[in-house]
């Protein structure tokens, strides 16, 4: 085997134990919130959706919307909120958007030159610490904004974001996908879920 070819796969051996440990590091997709200070969460007790939804396009209502909404309604039915259709005391809406991204990450690689004179390799290697390999990664990124407006305030009182990638898994799989990401911003709303005993 050549210079060349050992150097290609030690650094293929350190980009995947790299990822590796990066996808064992990932708990799923990074979440936010935040919340109006001012505002009594104990106080409301009925919620609906607003119409028509930032996920809805062109007069109707798309999967994800109905998607976004199940799993929406779950989460405050859950928190002792009742779902009606007339005169909500809270609206709850959505935004979502994908983007194409790109990750470029530069590691350290092994450098194993032929030294100053072409015959003592290995360690003899001029500059062995500034060797490294770049890798370019394509992804998609999705965020989800969830938002919750006090109607008689005409205020939001609440709004979550989850940032993270969409793998083909997830696309191929939604509903369960969407359901995991809103439980997940759901976790930072002011009212928890009461536990079960």
């Known amino acids: 085997m050549n210079k060349f070819s050992i150097r290609s796969l030690v650094t293929m051996v350190l980009a995947g134990a790299a990822w590796i440990i990066l996808s064992g590091c990932e708990s799923g997709p990074s979440v936010r919130a935040d919340f109006d200070k001012s505002a009594d969460f104990a106080q409301y007790k009925t919620f609906g959706f607003a119409s028509p939804l930032g996920t809805d396009r062109a007069g109707y209502k798309t999967i994800v919307s109905q998607y976004l909404t199940g799993a929406a309604r779950t989460e405050l039915e859950a928190r002792g909120l009742k779902y009606t259709e007339t005169s909500p005391q809270l609206i709850v809406n959505f935004n979502a958007k994908l983007s194409d991204k790109m990750r470029v990450d530069t590691m350290p690689a092994p450098a194993m030159g032929m030294g100053y004179y072409g015959y003592r390799g290995g360690f003899y290697s001029p500059w062995p610490a500034y060797a490294s390999d770049t890798v370019v990664t394509n992804y998609t990124e999705g965020t989800l904004n969830i938002d919750v407006v006090d109607i008689a305030r005409k205020q939001m009182i609440w709004e979550g974001v989850a940032v993270g990638s969409v793998s ?17 911003v759901f976790e930072k709303y002011p009212v928890p879920k009461p536990s079960v005993k």
Not at 168 to 184: F, G, H, N, R, T
Request: aromatic fraction near 0%.
């Open 168 to 184: 083909e898994k997830d696309s191929d799989k939604l509903q369960p996908a969407i359901q995991k990401v809103v439980a997940k």
